[in-house]
């Protein structure tokens, strides 16, 4: 496992991966107390192995350790291959950090790799590959707004208004810096961090709750699958905050419906794991055909070339600043 993350994680040979068969280091039942009293019971049928689910290691703070990768068996290239032969509707969103990864490597421009992607992936079944820069625009249109708005209750001489404002406004699109903010510091951190949803999250809302109408597809009927550079991606689409229910439904005889709940997100797949998909098809990806974009959900210019926001770490800041220079 330790080899397909970054070496800049890594320290030396070290491989803190905890396997299935080590012990947790939580209890499940809570603190366990001693108690002088004796139970004499009689076990009958042997209960059924507790399991633990992503969501519930999420919510854990018990181990500082990749454990968490554990759980990631619904978010692997099996999962992704298997939905495809099932005759899925299958959609692809590659973040501009992984198209930019593949391109280094294999020495050929990023948007060079975005049209070798879109045709390897729509070789294999994929009905459409999108590009999380756009979702990345709607994400900065919104920290804006969500700044302005502090921003001007700070500046109000109504102390009630002031008080609501939680300045200054932390933004990053890292998992691990919000399950950092959580299971660390609480209440202390968390009114300053943004509630703008990151890029991959937004793009999974437009295209589980949007692009499918125009489809004339349900949300079940869509596997949502991103291409991202961080393994804690695939810890962020697990989480219950984005996951949503589908509005009740009838049958012709007036009965309701199952309650479906519907992932943003079904699934992130890593940059190496990309590269490993592509050795397994054995594909020559440099000299793989290019296929036409998808224009639909992708930042492509007029003449055909990929463009973004400026400013490092998502261009938050930047983009902020820039709005508060025209508006002050």
Known sequence: MSDKFS???????????IRPSQACTVSLNGMLKKSNKVEVRHEGKSEEPVKISLKDCL??????????????KNQGLDEFLSNINEGKTVIVSVSPQSRASIAAHFCISPLQVFKKLTRFF???GVRAVFDTSCSRDLTLVESCVEFITRYKQNQSVDDDERSKTSLPMITSACPGLICYAEKSHGSVLLPYI??????????GTI????????MELRPEEVYHVTVMPCYDKKLEASRDNFVFQLESHFDDEGREGEVNMISEVDSVLT????????QLKEVDFKSLEEAPLDKLLSNIDEEGCLYGVRGSSGGYAETVFRLMEKQC
Do not use: N, R
């Not at 070496?7 to 991966?17: E, R």
């Not at 295209?207 to 125009?214: A, N, S, V, W």
């Open 7 to 17: 070496p800049a994680l890594q320290i030396g040979d070290l491989d803190d991966f």
């Open 59 to 72: 919510a854990c703070s018990g181990c500082v350790t990749s454990a968490e990768t554990v759980m990631l």
């Open 122 to 124: 729509k070789s294999l």
């Open 194 to 203: 943004s509630s703008v949803k990151s890029p991959q999250q937004t793009i």
């Open 207 to 214: 295209i589980k709750c949007y692009l499918c109408q125009d």
């Open 271 to 278: 940059t190496g794991e990309i590269m490993e998909l592509i």
